[in-house]
């Protein structure tokens, strides 16, 4: 590992400072416009009570309805479809707080707007037989999150980290505006959809730049602290939420941080790691030079001798590989690489077991959020809060234990503990209603932490010349999990009320049970190459050897010698019982005089 060992080396010398401060507040950035992209539905969607008519009703409208009414007059339910036409309607009749719909369950709909102006749900009245609509606005969302993964992991390992931030970041400008301004609720998904894969595309990218410009002692830190924003954005989200009720202005205000990403992504460097594994030697020693320059380094070898050995390195390693794909497709050189990834053991587990925990954590993740409607239809603001309080908590109490315990054994502790305290959740009767709250609330804060360092932990799995496209594929699986949650939340529920908590538990125990199957990385340099990794594995096993023997070998030691203490006391009781005589007192003349004198 002497190319990975050598980049490591100079990054710690360069150290931390003010060069990696633009590429933090890039990924600071791209992660604030996932968390409201991705958490938002529970405001920007948020199913309303309504109460249907089959025409214009002849009674009051909701207008002088009181609080205390409002739970019976807002019912939320269907009438029997009639073959009556919405066009026999005259608008004219209905009040100003009720809409004239096509639907023929629910022709006439009065919408409760004590809590919310105005939602996707009421916008495109998405009641009754439109209600299978729902689902779709965040699902979407996700879907797209899978493609934008995968272009975001090729755009980056193709064309730089840096200018698949800008793809990203100008797209999603462009998607937000025009969510804004459509009339139809088609567009917006599709809509939504497109900005999954900006988001994305950009989020895969921004995080392997900055992990690829920290130092390797530092990275495990940098990394857990990245996700402090994510958590503050879902409280400020809230916040504005519960200021801005209508959901269009309230997309755009969430959205505004891009107008700051967008040029800043022009001032960042690109990561000079990524620059020397294209051979782009000269841009990767400017940025270097500059790095330490900023940083104040004071560098005991020069900077141009280092990244000479760095490229002689790098060229030894991939001489062969490049030989062996020059004359072949890219889409063959694709296969290739999967089957070669695919041989190696080590890579092996990890394309097989870290998409898969992705997949049930994300699931679990999510849905703890977008399940917020069965604890708190009312006040879906304070349910968001407290999820970016557990989740900022969270961070910020793993965090150093991850420097010390490490990764792996953290991601276990979430998932498994979460899964666990979700199923408890289901044994609480509902009376106790603060203390399903408190379960649910502690089981977000360990599924949150090992959310957080998993984004840390994953990237590490993979070698340089494949960790985005490595990283981009257990975030596809990821997605999947994310598309599944709101269908968990909203389908699932309506046959069992059981069944959501159940899923989310198992999930998380399962996901617990795959963990330990990964190496650990904590203090380890990052792997160049796959042979980096298999050397990695080999390390580990050997190691694990070395303390087996050595356990074998004091069990052995301690069963010898408790084998000797017991022979020894053998002989000493052999010896003794040989040596000893045993007087038989009824035998013994005593004195005359004596005898009498005990008879007396």
């Keep these: 590992?002497?190319?990975?060992?050598?980049?490591?080396?100079?990054?710690?010398?360069?150290?931390?400072?003010?060069?990696q401060i633009p590429s933090l507040l890039v990924t600071v950035l791209a992660m604030s416009q996932f968390s409201v992209q991705l958490l938002g539905s529970p405001l920007l969607s948020a199913p309303l009570p309504f109460r249907c008519f089959p025409g214009p009703p002849d009674s009051a409208n909701s207008s002088n309805i009181t609080m205390e009414e409002s739970s019976t007059y807002y019912n939320s339910e269907c009438l029997v479809p009639s073959n009556t036409s919405t066009l026999d309607i005259?608008?004219?009749?209905?009040?100003?707080?009720?809409?004239?719909?096509n639907d023929?369950?629910?022709?006439?709909?009065?919408?409760?707007?004590?809590?919310?102006?105005?939602?996707?749900?009421?916008?495109?009245?998405?009641?009754?037989?439109?209600?299978?609509?729902?689902?779709?606005?965040q699902t979407l969302f996700t879907l797209g999150g899978i493609l934008g993964s995968l272009v975001g992991g090729y755009v980056g390992d193709r064309w730089g980290r840096k200018r698949a931030v800008q793809i990203g970041c100008i797209v999603n400008t462009l998607v937000v505006v025009g969510m804004f301004f459509t009339p139809l609720y088609a567009v917006?998904?599709?809509?939504?959809?497109?900005?999954?894969?900006?988001?994305?595309?950009?989020?895969?990218?921004?995080?392997?730049?900055?992990?690829?410009?920290?130092?390797?002692?530092?990275?495990?830190?940098?990394?857990?602290?990245?996700?402090?924003?994510?958590?503050?954005?879902?409280?400020?989200?809230?916040?504005?939420?519960?200021?801005?009720?209508?959901?269009?202005?309230?997309?755009?205000?969430?959205?505004s941080p891009v107008l700051i990403l967008l040029p800043l992504s022009f001032i960042t460097d690109e990561s000079p790691r990524w620059l020397l594994q294209k051979g782009h030697v000269e841009e990767a020693l400017a940025i270097l030079q500059k790095a330490a320059r900023v940083?104040?380094?004071?560098?005991?070898?020069?900077?141009?001798?280092?990244?000479?050995?760095?490229?002689?390195?790098?060229?030894?390693?991939?001489?062969?590989?490049?030989?062996?794909?020059?004359?072949?497709?890219?889409?063959?050189?694709?296969?290739?690489?999967v089957c070669s990834y695919l041989r190696s053991p080590a890579m092996r587990i990890i394309i097989l077991v870290t998409p898969v925990i992705w997949f049930l954590q994300s699931c679990l993740y999510l849905g703890v959020i977008m399940n917020a409607n069965n604890f708190t239809s009312t006040d879906p603001f304070l349910y968001l809060a407290l999820s970016g309080i557990m989740e900022g908590s969270a961070i910020l109490i793993i965090t150093p234990l991850t420097t010390r315990i490490g990764r792996r054994i953290m991601v276990w502790a979430g998932l498994a503990l979460g899964g666990l305290l979700m199923l408890l959740e289901l044994l609480i009767p509902y009376r106790y209603y603060w203390a399903k709250w408190v379960l649910v609330m502690v089981g977000f804060l360990l599924v949150a932490g090992s959310y957080q360092v998993n984004y840390m932990y994953a990237p590490e799995l993979f070698p340089t010349e494949a960790r985005a496209r490595g990283f981009a594929f257990v975030t596809v699986m990821g997605s999947i999990g994310f598309s599944c949650a709101p269908l968990i939340t909203d389908v699932l529920s309506q046959y069992s009320s059981w069944a959501v908590g159940a899923t989310f538990g198992c999930s998380g125990i399962l996901g617990g049970l795959l963990v330990?199957?990964?190496?650990?990385?904590?203090?380890?340099?990052?792997?160049?190459?796959?042979?980096?990794?298999?050397?990695?594995?080999?390390?580990?096993?050997?190691?694990?050897?070395?303390k087996k023997k050595k356990k074998d070998r004091n069990k052995f030691r301690d069963s010898v010698r408790s084998e000797q203490y017991y022979i020894d006391d053998e002989e000493l009781g052999t010896e003794l019982s040989e040596t000893s005589t045993v007087r038989?007192?009824?035998?013994?003349d005593f004195p005359t005089t004596v005898c009498s004198g005990v008879r007396q």
């Design 188 to 255: 917006v998904v599709i809509l939504r959809f497109v900005a999954g894969c900006t988001i994305m595309g950009m989020l895969v990218p921004a995080w392997s730049l900055v992990l690829e410009s920290t130092p390797a002692k530092l990275r495990s830190r940098v990394g857990m602290l990245l996700g402090l924003p994510f958590s503050a954005s879902t409280m400020g989200m809230a916040l504005l939420g519960y200021l801005i009720r209508t959901w269009k202005y309230l997309l755009l205000a969430c959205a």
């Design 104 to 137: 023929l369950s629910c022709p006439v709909v009065d919408y409760d707007r004590s809590t919310f102006t105005s939602t996707v749900i009421s916008q495109w009245d998405l009641v009754c037989e439109r209600a299978a609509l729902r689902p779709i606005f």
């Design 90 to 101: 005259n608008v004219t009749q209905l009040h100003p707080t009720q809409r004239l719909t």
């Design 516 to 546: 330990p199957l990964l190496p650990e990385t904590r203090n380890t340099p990052l792997p160049e190459t796959l042979q980096d990794v298999e050397d990695r594995r080999n390390a580990i096993i050997s190691k694990a050897k070395r």
């Design 1 to 19: 590992m002497s190319n990975q060992d050598g980049f490591d080396d100079l990054l710690t010398a360069i150290g931390f400072g003010k060069w």
């Design 295 to 337: 940083n104040n380094a004071r560098l005991s070898t020069p900077l141009n001798i280092t990244i000479d050995k760095l490229i002689q390195t790098i060229d030894e390693d991939s001489e062969t590989a490049e030989e062996r794909v020059s004359f072949l497709t890219p889409m063959r050189e694709v296969v290739r690489q």
């Design 584 to 588: 038989d007192y009824s035998t013994v």
